[in-house]
């Protein structure tokens, strides 16, 4: 006997009319690249961050000139109850614009200086584990709320942004951070299986080493052109490189993709 597809699995990279899509971290680096994909491929949008406004603002701008609707919205993700009314603006906004809130980027993270555990600071764990693990927790647990058939959602897509520290451990670095990541792999594949049946698919994207500002905020500017040699690529990534493989993993064409991590690492 055939197969039996589900209705709705032509694949296409293009979202469905209407559809909004939430990116935490959005005013610069990966999540603005993603942003400016997925406005691309028909996505309205949402944008989170924590504290540069006229960048995101900016982000917006050139989504606007994309066609799309587009917003900024101040939010600390480590913070549960902003990120409760940062989703509660987003109810307001899709009822407002006819809109229906199908995807999430769980995309917001941080880095710190590069430390031995031995030499680290209980704030910064507490930070590390509070925006990086919690955050995502916390923003997927709002977009289930809303996109489970479960909870009488249409469904949607969600996708953690991990990173290939999580498997690699980054000693000297910040094992604190790849700890994060590799829990985010793991909340990847519970999270797809939780909720398979629900119409919402979870995956996540694992960044190598791409040249994002996030280096600088960790004292390395230079880092990601200085670990070119141990690239098999002999390069950093660019935003858009993983920005893509983001939008893909939230599109219809991912129809059938659920509790993957997809390495964008250069074959690091
Ligand atoms: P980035 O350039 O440093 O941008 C980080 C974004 O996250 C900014 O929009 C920032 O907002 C926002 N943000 C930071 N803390 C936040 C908080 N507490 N609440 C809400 N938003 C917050 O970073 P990126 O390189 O694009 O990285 C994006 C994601 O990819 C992160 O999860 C990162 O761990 C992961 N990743 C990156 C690399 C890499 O080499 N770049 C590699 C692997 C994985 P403001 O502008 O307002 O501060």
Redesign the pocket.
């Known amino acids: 006997m055939p197969a039996t597809l589900h209705p709705a699995s032509t694949p296409t990279h293009l979202a469905a009319a209407g559809s909004l899509l939430l990116i935490?971290?959005?005013?610069?680096?990966?999540?603005?690249?993603t942003a400016r994909l997925a406005a691309q491929a028909g996505w309205h949008v949402v944008?989170?961050?924590?504290?540069?406004?006229a960048?995101?603002e900016a982000v917006v701008a050139e989504l606007h000139a994309l066609g799309v609707m587009a917003w900024a919205l101040?939010?600390?993700?480590?913070?549960e109850a902003?990120v409760g009314r940062l989703f509660s603006q987003v109810d307001t906004l899709c009822a407002r614009n006819a809109l229906v809130l199908r995807g999430l980027a769980?995309?917001?993270?941080?880095?710190d200086r590069a430390q031995r555990l031995d030499e680290m600071s209980g704030e910064r764990l507490r930070?590390m584990v509070?925006?990086?693990l919690l955050?995502?927790l916390y923003c997927a647990r709002e977009a289930v709320r809303r996109m489970s058939t479960r909870h009488g959602g249409t469904g949607g897509a969600i996708v953690n942004?991990?990173?290939?520290?999580g498997r690699l451990g980054a000693p000297g670095q910040y094992v604190d951070?790849a700890a994060?990541?590799g829990a985010?792999d793991t909340f990847t594949l519970g999270l797809a299986r939780e909720v398979a049946t629900e119409g919402v698919r979870v995956n996540a994207?694992?960044?190598?080493?791409?040249?994002?500002?996030?280096?600088?905020?960790g004292g390395q500017p230079e880092?990601?052109w200085q670990l070119a040699p141990q690239i098999p690529m002999q390069r950093?990534?660019a935003?858009d490189e993983?920005a893509q493989a983001v939008v893909w993993l939230l599109s219809p064409a991912a129809s059938y993709t659920t509790g993957a991590v997809l390495d964008v690492t250069g074959g690091r």
């Open positions: 935490t971290g959005g005013s610069r680096g990966i999540g603005a690249a944008l989170g961050y924590a504290s540069d406004a960048a995101a101040q939010a600390d993700v480590a913070d902003a769980n995309n917001a993270g941080v880095v930070r509070a925006v990086n955050g995502s942004l991990s990173s290939v520290a951070y994060t990541k985010i994207v694992r960044p190598g080493v791409i040249d994002t500002e996030i280096h600088a905020s880092r990601a950093p990534g935003a993983v």
